[in-house]
């Protein structure tokens, strides 16, 4: 019903910036909430943020806050991630995901769609 495709990874130094985007197509008038998730070698998918799609309300995790802002443009359905003051420990796949639900939160199993992923990596 939903696409999902991500954009704008790549190789940055620590301290660096980067902005992934989020292009979704299909059903997109379903779409009530878009969220950003991560995963790193060895290690489960971890939620990032994610903001709702009428009001833009924004739920960061901890350890993003501060340092990422989630941002969106209705009318071309796509959602982005400026990331700021990178680290080393953000290195990761990073995932887009879509929700059809009221109150998406930060469980992946919230979401109902899911981007193909691209890898952000920071260097020391």
């Known amino acids: 019903q939903v696409q999902l495709v991500e954009s704008g990874g790549g190789l940055v130094q620590a301290g660096g910036s980067l902005r992934l985007s989020c292009a979704a197509s299909?059903?997109?008038?379903?779409?009530?909430?878009m969220g950003w998730f991560r995963q790193a070698p060895g290690k489960e998918r971890e939620f990032v943020g994610r903001?709702?799609?009428?009001?833009?309300?924004?739920l960061y995790a901890d350890s993003v806050k501060g340092r990422f802002t989630i941002s969106r443009d209705n009318a071309k359905n796509t959602m982005y991630l400026q990331m700021n003051s990178l680290k080393p420990e953000d290195t990761a796949v990073y995932y887009c995901?879509?929700?059809?639900?009221?109150?998406?939160?930060?469980?992946?199993?919230?979401?109902?769609?899911w981007g193909q992923g691209t890898q952000v990596t920071v260097s020391s």
């Open positions: 995901a879509a929700s059809n639900s009221y109150s998406s939160g930060s469980s992946y199993y919230q979401y109902d769609y």
């Open positions: 903001i709702n799609w009428g009001g833009g309300r924004t």
């Open positions: 299909g059903r997109t008038f379903s779409i009530y909430a």
